[in-house]
């Protein structure tokens, strides 16, 4: 791995070390009042601990270390890792060989945790291995699923290429240790053997170098193959003092042949650079001659140095740059959280390196020139990349709100969260909008004014909250109290005011913001102080419990006159699902993890070496009971208490299409959490309280009796309780989810808001239209909701009863009610049982509320919601269907009750279905057949072909049905209608009645010269030959019609010799060849229809010309030698057409060569 940087090396001074003057020889001694003499500070407790510690390893005696540990290696431990050894060496005359070696000894880091943190991603997912050698479990339950991904990480290769026996040369020289490790052949690649130095203070390593060139975030697997060498077989390295105590040791002999000899071995290295040094100690003026002494790679930190782990910090810059400018794409998102999680694992650890990566981190986020792009197009962030921001905002906060930092780093990190709160491209906390919602230091004592600058900003950006912590402190007594102490009781505090320290018990209450107050818990858990976490969110869960009953008590005293009003009001417009720093989420959480892990893991991070093969996933249990909670009660009942609260807590809906998605999106987690909890008699004891407290709890409760119009509905929340109440209280379930099932922000009548007490802020809620972004995803949980309650209820009457007035009056969208009822058919007609009548006429109930919902709008699934209607009808009997048939024109349009009602009633698949008897079908056929006339009266153009279908087999009702089309075909059909209805009756036997149809279509048709290609041409066609087939009259009857409609030459040409042929296609009924003689052209009718012919080619021939272009010449003398043929059949066609050419030469004389091709062909 390259160095990051060079080690800060303090200058050795070798002739002026305490104790010793500048003439001195090896061996002699100086005066006490030699430089640099002296002892330890005293002015500090930690100086005045420091001299104590140092004084005892001088006079400590000396020698190999015995069981129980010697007093040397303890004193030894403790200085190694406090001190730097320069403040060691500079506060003593002299240092015994032996105590600086165990000092050397006990300064390289002891722990594999730190060695694995700064090597992997996931530290809990890798697992660690005991002295011992054994590979330990991992403490994920899917590590067997992930073994492969595991194999690759750095920290379980470096493990493997330990076992292995690849770590050689291994050599310690003060405080750097070097070796060598051999990477085994691989298929591809040849065995590479890696040169490892590591630098390391205060048990902490603060450098690394390998020469295998890996790039990475983290340190590679020859370095951890190598600290885990020193920290299993410490014994096997040989360790050596700080090169500059041997190098005092020699005298001018020595040191000039260990001189020559290191160039020897290394000239073509360090041959310019030795030649170099040699120069300016050489010259009197150089620098290095200007200094006492000489640097020390392997003496150690000085005092100025920063002890603190080494972080390649360009490495996380450009893998985080790298990261975002994949999109989300390749796992990019995935890798982002992981360096999260990383920071989270580096707080509780205490290493200040988190901090640190959180703003290497920041500042890459801060530059993405993506920010930039979507401001200016307008366009919002995606969401993985919107929480990524979520969880930077919310770790910045963790940061600021350490209870240990001193006031330099929070000052030094509120200016930079305020430097990159100003940049204009800052993403905003909300998404896309501005929120105008209280700060998170109001209504707190020691915040009072911390708002003040921020409130005038225009919006409050994913920093603004951590900046505004940064004037929180810890220093509250009371605070102090609670986070310290199992025992801070006050049995005779007298005070029930809302801002009591303590309830009727004497336990600790802590009041302030509740967003604020958790996200000190999550900073406290954060940093690794799990127990004081635990018990701050024990005292903020008693307080929401004691404020809830308050509120209850409050309400009670109001309710007749709020109720008698219709009025409501929001006590928080914050809510507590789904805001910024997800309050409740962190206290089930920290409440969860307690039920997890005994008592005494709350007290240290014991060493992970320590049982780890004996890891297990321990599932959440009812542990014993914290000091302030009430007998019988657990950390687990306290977590599922505290997710009830503050799902069940009224709030508003947020603006914004992000902030309103979160809101959903946090609520489905919690409850997923939730879910993974296995409920026992305890616990159902706490849903019943809390159902009943949300039942009766007015404006503080979601499913209060009177809620605000743009309240977050509880449909999923409410979904959740009575799957959960359903076994154990049948009637608390209905009741919270039948008052769950209101969507009050699609209602026209709702409450107002209520502004008369001062405790209401519904004041606050910004006067708009509401505009839901969420509105699609909030009415399907409505109706998965109301489907639960279907599928609950059955074999139940009255319960399905409540159930289906509950839908029909709560749920305004036709799909969703089509859901319903296809749910409840499905759940009715199970294979393996009888169908469930009472829910399937539930379902026909819903199925018809869908139909008159949709009648008059315009629905794509309409045909399927009428087809399913049937289908469902058909399962409850002939009265169903014989019902929908009789109200018909509430529900269907007259073309859907004729095509789909009608049609699949009269069906064979329905009578074998319904197992009717004849008197049954003909009943049933009536309803139908009547249906069809009722439909061909209201929609002749639709239905009339229809109607005659479903009237085969009933004369009268033909015969009817017929009537009315006659009635209608002057007024209200279309020829195309006529004529397919006319083609019908000559199919089933009625060439008259044909006949007639067809003579009243031609006259709704109109065919202009040029519409040759007209669909209607073939219908024309098909009633000049059965007229021809029917006789003369019927011929000459149809000829004037057609004369009247058709102006098209070559379809008038198509008739006319359609009409003096004998064909095959002129045969008449029944297959019955005609014996009518052909007809004369010089006699009427035909005499009509051929002068309308050679009419219509002499006016479609001038059209044509008017616009003709020469690329339709050859195409328009065709056109005139069919004119001529229609001209010839005239017994003085020859003359006619003559004539009519030479008009044409005369009156388009100026188209020279349309004329000579008219010429050439005619004369």
């Not at 040397?72 to 240092?95: G, N, S, T």
């Not at 890696?194 to 205060?202: E, K, L, Q």
């Not at 769950?740 to 004041?763: C, F, I, K, Q, Y």
């Not at 269907?892 to 049954?920: F, G, K, R, Y």
Request: proline residues 4%; contains cysteine.
């Amino acid at each position: 791995m390259a160095e990051r940087r060079q080690l800060s090396l303090y200058v050795k001074c070798l002739c002026c070390r305490p104790g010793y003057g500048s003439g001195c020889r090896l061996g002699q001694q100086a005066g006490d009042t030699g430089p640099g003499s002296g002892t330890f500070c005293a002015d500090t407790s930690s100086s005045r601990a420091a001299a104590a510690a140092a004084a005892a390893l001088v006079l400590l005696p000396l020698g190999r270390t015995q069981s129980p540990e010697s007093l040397l290696d303890i004193a030894a431990r403790k200085v190694a890792e406090k001190w730097p050894f320069q403040w060691v060496e500079e506060r003593f005359e002299r240092i015994p060989e032996p105590v600086q070696r165990r000092i050397v000894y006990w300064s390289f880091p002891r722990s594999e945790r730190e060695i694995c943190m700064y090597s992997s991603f996931n530290t809990d997912a890798v697992g660690f291995t005991a002295p011992g050698g054994a590979a330990a479990s991992t403490a994920s339950g899917g590590a067997v699923d992930a073994a492969a991904d595991e194999s690759r990480l750095p920290f379980r290769r470096g493990i493997a290429l330990l076992d292995d026996g690849c770590v050689d040369n291994v050599l310690q020289v003060g405080f750097h240790l070097s070796g060598t490790v051999t990477e085994p052949a691989m298929q591809s690649e040849p065995e590479t053997v890696c040169n490892v130095a590591i630098s390391f203070d205060r048990c902490k390593i603060t450098s690394v170098t390998c020469s295998c060139g890996n790039k990475d975030i983290f340190y590679c697997a020859h370095v951890v193959a190598l600290s885990l060498y020193r920290i299993r077989k410490p014994d096997q390295v040989r360790l050596h003092l700080p090169i500059s105590e041997t190098l005092f040791q020699m005298n001018r002999d020595q040191l000039q042949k260990f001189v020559q000899y290191l160039i020897t071995v290394h000239h073509t290295e360090v041959l310019p650079t030795a030649q170099k040094l040699a120069d300016e100690i050489l010259s009197q003026n150089s620098e290095i001659s200007q200094v006492h002494g000489a640097p020390d790679p392997t003496a150690g930190a000085s005092i100025d140095d920063e002890n603190c782990w080494h972080l390649d910090e360009e490495q996380v810059q450009e893998q985080v740059k790298l990261f975002l400018s994949q999109g989300g794409y390749h796992g990019s998102g995935k890798q982002l959280n992981l360096l999260f999680a990383k920071v989270r694992e580096m707080l509780k650890m205490k290493d200040s390196n988190g901090a640190r990566m959180l703003t290497l981190i920041t500042d890459q986020f801060m530059a993405d020139p993506r920010l930039s792009l979507w401001r200016r197009q307008g366009t919002a962030m995606t969401d993985k990349y919107r929480q990524l921001w979520d969880e930077l905002g919310v770790l910045w906060m963790c940061i600021v709100l350490n209870p240990h930092c001193k006031l330099e780093q929070k000052t030094n990190w509120l200016k930079q969260l305020k430097k990159w709160n100003c940049v204009d491209v800052c993403p905003w906390e909300d998404g896309n909008h501005g929120n105008e919602l209280p700060s998170l230091t109001s209504a707190l004592p020691q915040g009072a004014n911390a708002n003040q600058d921020s409130s005038n900003r225009p919006h409050r950006t994913v920093f603004t909250r951590a900046i505004e912590a940064c004037d929180l402190h810890w220093q509250d007594s009371h605070l102090l109290h609670i986070i310290s102490s199992d025992l801070y009781i006050n049995y005779c505090y007298d005070d029930d005011t809302e801002s009591s320290l303590f309830d009727s018990h004497g336990w600790p209450l802590w009041h302030e913001h509740v967003p604020t107050a958790c996200a000190r818990v999550d900073a406290l858990r954060s940093h690794g102080y799990s127990r004081e976490a635990l018990r701050l969110a024990v005292a903020i869960v008693n307080t929401l419990r004691r404020q809830q009953q308050k509120q209850l008590e409050m309400f009670q005293a109001q309710k007749k006159e709020l109720l008698y009003r219709g009025i409501t009001s929001i006590t928080n417009l914050e809510g507590w699902v789904g805001h910024p720093l997800d309050p409740i989420g962190t206290l089930f959480s920290s409440l969860m993890e307690a039920c997890k892990v005994d008592d005494e893991s709350f007290h240290g991070f014991s060493d992970i070496t320590e049982n780890t093969g004996q890891r297990k996933s321990l599932e959440y249990q009812h542990l014993p009971t914290h000091k302030f909670l009430e007998e019988g009660e657990s950390y687990l009942m306290l977590a599922v208490e505290v997710a009830l609260i503050g799902l069940g807590q009224q709030r508003i809906m947020p603006d914004g299409l992000y902030a309103q998605e979160k809101v959903c999106r946090n609520e489905e987690q919690l409850i997923s959490k939730l879910q993974e909890i296995e409920l026992d008699d305890t616990l159902v004891k706490i849903f019943r309280k809390q159902a009943v407290f949300l039942l009766e709890a007015g404006p503080y409760s979601g499913l209060g009796e009177v809620i605000h119009q743009e309240s977050v509905p509880m449909h999923t929340f409410a979904k959740y309780l009575f799957i959960s109440l359903l076994p154990h209280d049948a009637e608390l379930a209905y009741k919270i989810t039948l008052r769950a099932m209101r969507l009050l922000v699609l209602e026209s009548t709702v409450p107002s808001g209520d502004t008369s007490h001062p405790h209401h802020v519904a004041s606050m809620v910004p006067n708009r239209y509401p505009r839901w972004f969420n509105l699609s995803h909030i009415e399907s949980q409505q109706c998965e909701l109301a489907s639960t309650m279907l599928s609950a209820a059955k074999g139940d009457v009255q319960r399905l009863e409540t159930v289906l007035q509950s839908i029909q009056k709560n749920i305004h969208s036709s799909s969703h009610i089509f859901k319903l009822a296809q749910d409840a058919f499905k759940i009715a007609t199970l294979v393996d049982s009888l169908p469930d009548i009472t829910l399937l006429k539930a379902s026909l109930e819903l199925g018809l509320q869908v139909m008159r919902m949709t009648l008059s709008t315009q629905n794509w699934r309409r045909r399927e919601m009428v087809r399913w209607l049937v289908t469902c009808a058909t399962e409850l009997g002939v009265y169903a269907l014989d019902s929908i048939m009789q109200n018909w024109f509430t529900l269907l349009t007259p073309i859907e009750a004729t095509s789909i009602v009608a049609t699949t009633v009269m069906s064979n698949s329905t009578i074998v279905h319904l197992h009717l008897d004849c008197h049954q079908q003909e009943k049933l056929a009536n309803s139908a057949r009547t249906l069809a006339l009722q439909c061909a009266m209201k929609d002749p153009q639709n239905c009339a072909l229809s109607a005659l279908t479903l009237c085969e087999k009933d004369h009268i009702a033909f015969e009817t049905a017929y009537q009315i089309i006659l009635d209608a075909a002057t007024t209200s059909m279309s020829y195309s209608q006529l004529f397919t209805i006319a083609r019908y009756m000559e199919h089933h036997g009625y060439p008259m009645r044909a006949y007639k149809l067809a003579t009243l279509a031609m006259t709704h048709l109109n065919l202009s010269y040029n519409q040759d290609t007209h669909p209607a041409i073939n219908d024309v066609l098909w009633a000049c030959a059965l007229s021809h087939s029917l006789g003369k009259n019927e011929l000459a009857a149809i000829i004037p019609l057609v004369v009247k409609s058709v102006k098209c030459a070559t379809v008038l040409s198509d008739i006319l010799r359609r009409c003096t042929l004998t064909t095959p296609g002129l045969v008449g009924l029944h297959g019955r060849r005609n014996s009518v003689k052909l007809m004369s052209l010089d006699k009427a009718p035909l005499r009509q229809l051929l002068d309308a012919t050679i009419g219509a080619y002499i006016n479609t021939t001038h059209s044509r010309l008017t616009h003709i272009s020469p690329r339709h010449y050859n195409e328009f003398i065709e056109f005139l030698s069919k004119a001529r043929e229609t001209f010839l059949m005239s017994h003085d066609g020859q003359i006619q057409f003559t004539h009519f050419i030479d008009n044409l030469k005369q009156i388009y004389k100026g188209k020279k060569k349309l004329m000579m091709l008219v010429r050439e062909r005619f004369g």
